[in-house]
């Protein structure tokens, strides 16, 4: 009943947010087999490579991550087969790879775990990045920079909320100074009214210029007539 007239009257429930319990579920909390999957980045380094959908890629494929599961691992089974079949040491680590991809492609719930793991790669290394600018800035990150990691995270979730409240949890579990507009609605309206206003003020300009060159057109055109009038009045 509340919350149903507080809806009635416009204002806006901005939803309590566990800084630790997000934190500790988007950056700390490593998800399964996440150690295996690390392992197997020294391997993945000959072929510079960082995953295994770029590893298996021969080059010709887009969105090999949307593959089932089967054909993943049977790119992974014949590229073993193909190209890895030498006594040396590119071809130990090429098979190494290779029998990593059948496990993590073995079943559809093995991929989802090593989509998972992909997922929590990106946006811990979105999150470890904005660590470093805060070491660089003494603790600090301003709206614009955070903004910035906000946007990358969003690209993730496809959710600008999730994305500002993990970024928001982040910030101040690492005791990162960020105070964004999102908790400042008077700021952000007022950043959002100085925007509009420099929009106008543009599209004023604009106008004002197009006027301008439309009277030294006419006036040049004007100035021409008559040079022809009195060129034609005098022959």
Same mark, same amino acid.
């Given at each position: ?7 009635? +009257? ?19 909390? #490593? ?10 980045? =020294?391997? +993945? ?10 590893? +298996?890629?021969?080059?010709? !494929? ?9 054909? !993943? @691992?049977?790119? %992974?089974?014949? @590229? ?5 079949? /030498? ?12 029998? &990593?991809?059948?496990? &993590?492609? /073995?079943?559809?719930?093995? #991929? ?17 990045? *904005? ?21 990358? +995270? =969003?690209? !993730? ?29 008077? @700021?952000?309206?007022?950043? %959002?009214?100085? %925007? ?13 210029? #197009? *006027? ?24």
């Amino acid at each position: 009943m509340v919350k149903k007239r507080v809806s009635t +009257l416009g204002i806006k429930i901005i939803q309590k947010v566990d800084y630790q319990i997000t934190y500790d579920k988007y950056y700390k909390s #490593k998800p399964k087999n996440a150690e295996a999957f690390d392992g197997m980045k =020294t391997y +993945l380094k000959p072929f510079n490579k960082d995953d295994y959908y770029a590893f +298996l890629n021969p080059g010709t !494929l887009q969105n090999l991550d949307k593959l089932p599961f089967d054909k !993943l @691992k049977q790119l %992974a089974q014949e @590229k073993k087969k193909k190209e890895f079949y /030498k006594n040396d040491t590119y071809s130990s680590a090429g098979k190494k790879v290779c029998e &990593a991809c059948e496990l &993590a492609f /073995k079943d559809e719930s093995s #991929k989802t775990i090593y989509n998972d793991y992909l997922a929590w790669c990106k946006r811990r290394s979105i999150l470890d990045n *904005a660590k470093e600018i805060a070491k660089i800035t003494d603790k600090k990150m301003s709206d614009e920079q955070g903004d910035i990691y906000i946007g990358k +995270l =969003t690209e !993730l979730f496809k959710d600008r909320t999730l994305a500002e409240n993990i970024f928001i949890s982040f910030c101040k579990i690492e005791k990162i100074e960020y105070n964004p507009d999102l908790y400042n609605p008077g @700021k952000k309206e007022e950043k %959002a009214r100085k %925007a509009a206003e420099e929009k106008a003020r543009k599209a004023a300009e604009e106008r004002e210029r #197009k *006027a301008a060159e439309e009277k030294a057109r006419k006036a040049a055109e004007e100035k021409a007539r008559k040079a022809a009038e009195e060129r034609k009045e005098s022959s």
